[in-house]
């Protein structure tokens, strides 16, 4: 934990009052704060999340994670308050296609079919097909007959989707600052070290990486093939928040983080006194506007479907 142990339990106490009184769950990504993570009625990676967030008969969300993420859960359940709590944990990736961007390419290939990260903002998904998440990329490309299919906004998901289909896809620019950070040098010099460790990556990592690794998936992906391996020592190629789970997991196993910099600074934004102070107040709240809603809610549930 980043705060002591004794700060941590009156917090957690003050959280689980708050959170019967207001009828809220709280859910958090894989990258948040070890702390977050054990406060949470349910952690997860994108995918899990925004089926719990369609599932949940809670009055009240409390979303650790970044805005895209409250986002879908306020677009899947318009009834209920979704608290974010630190409205500025952003993701640069999202950010990295805005929605006229996204129509002046749609005007330039007529017909073209958009798969959407969901690391997008609900304007974006409004004006895209299908959604997808790191762990269902694949399927989703899969479901789409025709030749021009547009990946926005990551690069690297991507291209590695394409590959695997054996389909060529058109990928916009974006990318994971944080899983930028990572290079095949950084890979080399843990293997080094421990030469029999197996390297587990996110598809949100360059291609150098992904050409090296052992295998490669979403947050939950990665989690489970530690869990199913026989082999008992990683080295960990995504944001440094997922080896709490990682150790909790296979408490007996080893993980090396491949390098240092894997940290996400939006995921590390949400404390737990930002989120009882969200409890308390109610605020800050992710809503969305009804006519982007409608339309963003359909791209997420055609994914949701499949
Ligand atoms: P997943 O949990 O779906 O692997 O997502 C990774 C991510 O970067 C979320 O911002
Ligand atoms: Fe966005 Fe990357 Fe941070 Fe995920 S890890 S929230 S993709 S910047």
């Known amino acids: 934990y980043s705060i002591s142990r004794d700060l941590f339990e009156s917090l957690a106490r003050e959280i689980e009052e708050l959170k019967k009184e207001r009828n809220a769950v709280i859910l958090a990504h894989y990258y948040q704060r070890p702390e977050i993570q054990d406060i949470a009625d349910f952690v997860g990676d994108s995918l899990q999340l925004s089926q719990q967030a369609a599932d949940t008969d809670a009055e009240v ?101 394409a590959k695997i289909l054996g389909r060529s896809l058109q990928l916009w620019p974006g990318y994971c600052k944080t899983h930028h950070r990572l290079t095949k040098d950084d890979i080399e010099a843990v293997k080094k070290e421990h030469p029999l460790a197996e390297v587990i990556v996110h598809p949100e990592c360059r291609e150098e990486i992904c050409q090296v690794a052992d295998y490669i998936g979403s947050t939950a992906g990665l989690i489970n093939y530690a869990k199913n ?68 809610k359909a791209t997420l ?6």
């Open 229 to 296: 391996s026989e082999n008992q020592e990683f080295i960990v190629g995504t944001e440094s928040g997922i080896l709490h789970q990682l150790h909790k997991v296979c408490p007996e196993k080893k993980f090396y983080l491949a390098s240092e910099r894997l940290v996400c600074p939006n995921m590390k934004m949400t404390t737990l006194e930002k989120v009882r102070d969200g409890l308390k107040t109610l605020s800050p709240r992710v809503t969305v506007e009804e006519d982007i809603r409608v339309k963003a």
């Open 301 to 306: 549930e055609r994914m949701l479907a499949l």
């Open 61 to 161: 969300i409390v979303f650790c994670g970044v805005h895209f993420m409250a986002e879908s859960a306020a677009l899947l359940s318009p009834d209920k308050v979704v608290i974010l709590p630190e409205l500025n944990a952003g993701c640069p990736m999202a950010d990295m296609v805005d929605v006229e961007g996204l129509r002046a390419y749609k005007k330039r290939v007529p017909g073209v079919q958009v798969v959407c990260y969901v690391n997008s903002s609900a304007e974006v998904k409004a004006e895209s097909d299908i959604c997808c998440t790191s762990s269902n990329a694949v399927k989703v490309v899969q479901s789409l007959a025709g030749e021009d299919i547009l990946f926005i906004p990551d690069e690297n998901l991507g291209r590695y989707a």
